[in-house]
């Protein structure tokens, strides 16, 4: 009964993934044509967009003057506003300091009890900011744009005219960039952070194109302030863990929709060790638990269509899906591996085909692996992107393949802390710049 149980679970989880990886598939190839054949060129813009780039950070020391120091370097209209949550390792001290250089640099200290509260209201802060400086300096709101980078992010050289030529067009409101994670690599987990950001995600947000739902990404988003401001406020986000999706859902709740430029970047760091990637993923867990709070607001939606809300729904039980999917597996094979060593104890001559047989499964299980490091190795070769070195590459379809059994321990870590009501923010740490 237990094992039926699991199967069916099991196979309800796999046709969900496997829908959705023929539909990413299918409609990337889709999306590659028509961008190919019916993009229009605009020689850049008459009157661009002044910019307000956000840099959000708390214990940023090891990236934070680099990152400053190579966004002052971007020829735009605008300012760089770094907004420090009480750090104690000195970051608005380094901030500033390379703040002294560059007027269009602006650091904003956070100070406890405010701080410590979450992204979302690190960045409502700036907006007040953003608020009175275009007053002040009478600014037309049709023209501002606000950013929101990683204190660890870098844009791609193009990406500032990739920008200007997508706001010209004042139709366009809002927009997600292409997320890369920056080389050299040291290791096959960093590989896989890439694979997953620059082939697997973009695989799929070149899928919602087709459907209208492209999801925010945190790093690297863009939108005009205007019909944000009209739609949800000076106060845009929200105080989910996964603020990104949050105000994903309520500008789609207004009618909006994020737009996606995959020929631009923005670069961030690799997490080095299985532990790191582990918070980091229990934070998103967590947060799109905090989103389920809009399925109602979403079902009934008129702004939102039937394909959208499928969609949404999806990634709203994603954590659900995740934890059936993971628990079916883990308890098959056990099943599995009580009954092979059963059989093996009453026919020890069967140890060798046993053997080989399990070898032939465990290839077979890499299966996707393999086509998503394919995927990724041809994204590389695209864009003219340094691949990973072999060894690097060799072991990258078994972590893709296996990485549900790390990520398991981040929804048991999601699950928990939010069936105690601990919402504090679960921060990436980085690790130092040469």
């Known amino acids: 009964m237990i094992e039926t149980g699991l199967s069916i679970l099991f196979e309800i989880a796999m046709y969900i993934f496997l829908t ?57 209209q605008g300012k760089i506003v770094m907004i420090d949550d009480a750090s104690a390792d000195g970051t608005a001290d380094l901030a500033e300091q390379t703040a002294a250089g560059d007027d269009r640099i602006v650091v904003i200290r956070r100070h406890l009890p405010r701080a410590h509260i979450g992204k979302g209201d690190s960045l409502n802060q700036v907006m007040d900011y953003v608020k009175h400086d275009c ?8 023209q501002v744009v606000i950013g929101v980078l990683d204190a660890d992010g870098v844009l791609s050289t193009d990406a500032i005219t990739q920008l200007n030529r997508f706001f010209q067009d004042p139709d366009q409101v809002i927009c997600q960039l292409r997320v890369k994670m920056d080389s050299p690599f040291t290791s ?24 209208r739902m492209v999801g925010l990404s945190g790093n690297g988003q863009f939108f005009r302030l205007l019909p944000v401001l009209k739609a949800v406020g ?57 989103c389920i709070k809009y399925f109602k607001a979403v079902m009934t939606s008129q702004q939102i269509d039937v394909i959208q809300k499928v969609g949404i729904l999806y990634f709203l039980a994603q954590p659900w899906i995740n934890v059936a999917a993971d628990l079916s597996v883990f308890g098959l094979t056990i099943i599995t591996g009580l009954r092979v060593s059963q059989l093996l104890v009453a026919h020890p001559s069967l140890l060798v085909s046993a053997l080989i047989t399990g070898g032939l499964l465990f290839l077979f299980s890499q299966f ?4 998503f490091s394919a995927f990724y190795i041809h994204d590389l070769h695209m864009t ?35 069936l105690r009501g601990n919402n504090s923010w679960v921060k990436t740490a980085r690790q130092s710049v040469g």
């Open 368 to 371: 996707w692996g393999f086509v």
């Open 135 to 142: 007053r002040r300096h009478g600014r037309n709101l049709k």
């Open 234 to 290: 000076w106060h845009p986000w929200g105080h989910a863990l996964l603020d990104d999706y949050e105000l994903t859902l309520k500008l789609m709740l207004h009618g909006i929709h994020v737009q996606y430029i995959d020929s631009a970047f923005v670069y961030q760091q690799a997490l080095t060790s299985p532990y790191k990637l582990l918070r980091q993923r229990s934070r998103w867990v967590q947060g799109n638990l905090d």
């Open 20 to 76: 959705y990886v023929f539909l990413s598939i299918f409609l990337r190839k889709a999306v590659a044509v028509k961008k190919n054949g019916g993009q229009i060129e605009v020689n850049g813009a008459d009157d661009p967009p002044f910019y307000y780039m956000i840099i959000p950070g708390m214990n940023e020391a090891l990236v934070i003057q680099q990152t400053l120091a190579q966004m002052a370097q971007y020829h735009f």
């Open 384 to 418: 003219r992107m340094t691949v990973p070195k072999w060894t690097h590459l060799v072991g990258l379809p078994s972590i893709v393949s296996y990485m549900y059994v790390l990520l398991f321990g981040s929804l048991v870590m999601a699950y928990w802390r939010k």
């Open 188 to 211: 096959a987990l960093q590989v896989s952070q890439d694979l997953e950001f620059f082939s697997v995600n973009n695989m799929s947000q070149n899928m919602r194109m087709r459907t």
